[in-house]
């Protein structure tokens, strides 16, 4: 069964790094195909993509986000940390973890971070 | 890289069918048979519906089907029933392994 989780700081200021972990089970990343995604969703707003990595460490970025986004990977702690810089009240979202193995087939419950001062 | 483009919302009886469409560019939905929709009910994580255009993952009701032509992908919904109230998402491979969400389309069942 495949599980995944999201943690970390549920408010957050302005110019902060936001780093959060998607703790999953049920598989690893290190199988052939596997990845981890992180997608977000603004309150009332669409889902938006931001990264994933893959089980050969390819990682993959939404270009909107540039260069303020990084994803990680932990095999030991079956765990993928999403570390997204210099936050802002734009940024303020439900964010998602999910697995990928052709598509985000298994999601997290999702954290809500927001950014205010 | 721009959000795919679906209707702000569709509505029907129970029973009618609905169809969702997604549209995009030859970079993304036009270029891959690599569409996916999501059903997201209020407060929850999406859901994967359909798959590479067309398949439906295991457990998925076969009144679900996806379909694409050119750059414009459908979601249709056929006997449409209470629980099928919720927004749906599509999402596109975009190349270069990025991928791309529709604007997304609530489902209201009358």
């Known amino acids: 069964q495949i599980t995944l989780k999201e943690s970390g700081p549920t408010l957050v200021r302005p110019t902060q790094t936001l780093t959060l972990t998607c703790t999953f089970s049920?598989?690893?990343?290190?199988?052939?195909?596997?990845?981890v995604g992180w997608i977000r969703q603004p309150p009332g707003k669409a889902l938006e993509w931001l990264a994933v990595?893959?089980?050969?460490?390819?990682?993959r970025y939404s270009p909107s986000l540039g260069s303020r986004v990084t994803v990680t990977g932990d095999t030991s702690k079956n765990q993928v940390l999403l570390t997204v810089t210099n936050m802002d009240p734009v940024d303020t979202a439900t964010y998602y973890c999910a697995h990928r193995k052709g598509d985000f087939d298994y999601w997290g419950q999702g954290i809500l971070v927001t950014v205010s001062s | 890289q721009s959000a795919l483009t679906q209707p702000r919302s569709v509505s029907g009886s129970p029973g009618q069918s609905v169809t969702i469409s997604c549209t995009g560019t030859s970079s993304d939905v036009g270029g891959y048979n690599y569409v996916s929709w999501y059903q997201q009910h209020p407060g929850k994580a999406p859901k994967l519906m359909i798959y590479d255009v067309i398949k439906r993952p295991s457990g998925v009701p076969d009144r679900f089907s996806g379909s694409k032509s050119g750059n414009t992908a459908s979601l249709t919904i056929s006997g449409l029933q209470a629980e099928d109230e919720a927004d749906y998402y599509c999402?596109?491979?975009?190349?270069?392994?990025?991928?791309?969400f529709g604007t997304g389309t609530k489902v209201t069942v009358l």
């Open positions: 049920g598989f690893s990343l290190t199988t052939s195909g596997v990845g």
């Open positions: 990595i893959y089980w050969d460490d390819d990682k």
């Open positions: 999402c596109s491979y975009g190349g270069s392994v990025i991928y791309v």
